[in-house]
């Protein structure tokens, strides 16, 4: 049977695949996924490639066609059920395995699912998901064969392991908000053996997210978690997104820790042990995390926004610690280097549980800074990048400060401000932050500005967050 499928165009993305389902996302690009993915794993001479899902409604049926797919390639399927992606990552790296491949929508929309994937124990994205766009359509695939499938609950193994990692000295009580999402079953065991007092939010799977949208970076899905946090009087909050790849932390007094916040409390405790070592966070940090890596004896890195991007180069440069504002957690002390909201929580909890400051009091210790949180500004997807590129020539040119890891980030005597085009969506993607209110003025004025040179007219209206 001759084999040809082509994908929507916008469901290719940097990092994964992901698309509405029944509109630019169905079973018949989730079997292409499947039979293409196998392809290129058998080329490489594996076989064995683990499969999850998320508790999205969809999943179910697109698990199955991918099954299908990669059965079709001559792949041997892992199948692990239903459970956060971390879970899928433990399998890759703890199973014998070729690949693996995860069936999410992360913390998109109910309507929206996807595909993440890995060849051997490494993320496989960019190029490798546009080459596996383009083998699709041309139809390169291996002859058609019988595989098998293994159906295997490594949950059990995979919360054993995470509970090895526990480190805390007092009982601490803590609030979770699982967001209906993929973390339910696997946290529910989880806390059954974590010492402490325990509240779970939204604990029960459901991919129609009655309580909220299961993304932890945006504030309005951590109010029911704050008043919790208060009403129960507890040490921490602990928040997942849809698949618990990410994780968000209020602390006792109810205010929102950011990422880059709670990486400083994580990177201070690793470098304890590890004196010295590099300490990895993308580009849309605050200034105050790179500082205080810097004052506890680290070396911090500035990288490349994106998960991908980030577990690629800490494998590179052996970092024991990486992290990204919007909740990513990347250990590679005692972990395997991916990213696990579950592992993370685990982590940080035995920090604040060794701690004789509360979370609160740790929050206050830090610098104050007032700051943008990130604004969006639709910019068509053939000149996101050449906007970036004339906004960065425009600035060496003037003598600036830049810093052009991943878009421009421009560092003046009021602060800085980020320009860079989303890998994702039709968007360019900005930030700015002072020590004060009118230098974060100041700051969006350039920005502003910039943006004005190269055509565009931004709009900063609600542009002042403070953390």
Known sequence: MTFAHKFHASTLR????????????????????????????AEQGGKRIAVGRDG?????????????????????V???????????????????????????????????????????????????????????????????????????????AYVARLLQDWDGEKKLKVVWDSGNGAAGDVLAKLLAKLPGEHKV??????????????????PKNLEQLIAAVKKESADVGVAFDGDADRIGLVDNEGHVLYGDQFLVLMAR???RAHPGATIIADVKASQVLFDEVQKAGGQPLMWK??????????????APLAGEMSGHIFYNDKWYGFDDALYAAVRVLGVIARSTQTVGEFRASLPNVVNTPELRFDCAEDRKFQVVKEVAERLKASGDKVSDTDGVRVTTEDGWWLLRASNTQAVLVARAESTSEAGLSKLKSELAGQLAASGLAPDFSGANAGH
């Open 56 to 76: 999205r409604l969809s999943s179910p049926m697109l698990e199955a066609a991918l099954i299908k797919g990669l059965v079709a390639s001559g792949a041997e």
């Open 14 to 41: 940097e990092y994964d695949i992901r698309g509405i389902v029944g509109d630019t996302l169905g079973e018949a690009d989730a079997f292409a996924i499947g039979r293409v993915f196998g392809s290129i794993i």
């Open 78 to 156: 892992l199948s692990i059920g239903c459970g956060p992606t971390p879970m899928l990552y433990f399998a890759a790296f703890t199973t014998p395995t070729d690949g693996a491949v995860m069936v999410t929508g992360s913390h998109n929309p109910a309507n929206y699912n996807g595909f993440k994937m890995m060849v051997g124990k490494k993320p496989f994205f960019g190029k490798e998901i546009l080459d596996l766009g383009a083998r699709s359509a041309a139809g390169l695939v291996v002859p058609e064969a019988r595989g098998s499938v293994e159906h295997k609950d490594i949950s059990d």
């Open 201 to 218: 939010l939204n604990g029960r799977i459901d991919g129609n997210f009655p309580a909220h949208h299961p993304d932890p970076t945006v």
């Open 269 to 271: 405790d690793v470098l």
């Open 305 to 318: 926004t994106g998960h991908s991007l980030i577990k690629s180069k800490m494998a590179e440069i052996g």
